[in-house]
């Protein structure tokens, strides 16, 4: 059974913290991806990478930076922890889509909720 | 840019009841297209996928959806509501290149005995 694993469910940390949020896929998936879930807004991408050591930024990375140095892991960083910033996060990866199709689907973990407090 | 808009945030049927849940999509060319569904404090498990083979497209635990190019649609529908069905409907679609998935805003599914 395919899988993506959050490294934790529940995290509550303080105003200025450096957080690390850990995800892993065993899927062999050269795509990987973090959003955030806020009510009424959807899923919202922070970050994706398409291979190791490489980044794109999504929508809304303003206070976070990623990390893949091994291809089944990406790690996102909050530098400096923000109330804003509770949320669900949620890590999913995926097979590349082609030119020729774009059959593939995203995975996804079982998310972390954050509370900064 | 492809994108994707659910219309409501909010739909209450009642057990045994059809579902209807709303997706529109904005694209100059048919895009491949998704359904997820998100049960209370887990992720996003995959429902169906339009990926051009067929037009109405089975998916899991009795839902299927239609694409319909002239309505830029792709409606998720299931003819008969059961109390397990209540969660967070997501339609989502992946882009030109293949590897960014968009998601709407989602849908919050009520079934009410």
């Known amino acids: 059974d395919v899988k993506v694993t959050q490294s934790s469910r529940y995290l509550v940390k303080r105003t200025g913290e450096k957080v690390f949020l850990e995800c892993v896929q065993d899927m062999d998936h050269e795509n990987m991806f973090w959003y955030r879930q806020d009510p009424g807004l959807g899923l919202r991408l922070i970050y994706f990478s398409y291979d190791v050591k490489m980044k794109e930024k999504g929508d809304i990375p303003e206070g976070y930076s990623v990390s893949r140095e091994k291809k089944e892991r990406f790690s996102l960083i909050l530098e400096s922890a923000s109330t804003n910033q509770t949320s669900m996060y949620l890590c999913?990866?995926?097979?590349?889509?082609?030119?020729?199709?774009?059959?593939?689907?995203?995975?996804f973990g079982q998310g972390t909720r954050l509370t900064v407090v | 840019a492809q994108s994707v808009t659910q219309l409501g945030s909010h739909v209450s049927v009642s057990e045994g009841a059809l579902v209807l849940l709303r997706c529109n999509y904005s694209?100059?060319?048919?895009?491949?297209l998704f359904w997820y569904v998100q049960y209370p404090n887990q992720g996003l498990q995959l429902l169906l996928k339009y990926t051009s083979a067929a037009t109405l497209v089975k998916g899991i635990n009795g839902f299927e959806a239609e694409f319909k190019k002239s309505e830029t649609s792709f409606h998720l529908t299931k003819p008969s509501a059961h109390m397990s069905d209540a969660a967070e409907y997501f339609c989502?679609?992946?882009?030109?290149?293949?590897?960014?998935?968009?998601f709407g805003t989602g849908t919050s599914l009520t079934v009410i005995p």
């Open positions: 989502a679609v992946i882009t030109f290149t293949g590897n960014q998935f968009y």
């Open positions: 694209s100059s060319v048919p895009p491949y």
């Open positions: 999913a990866s995926s097979a590349p889509g082609t030119a020729y199709t774009w059959d593939t689907e995203a995975f």
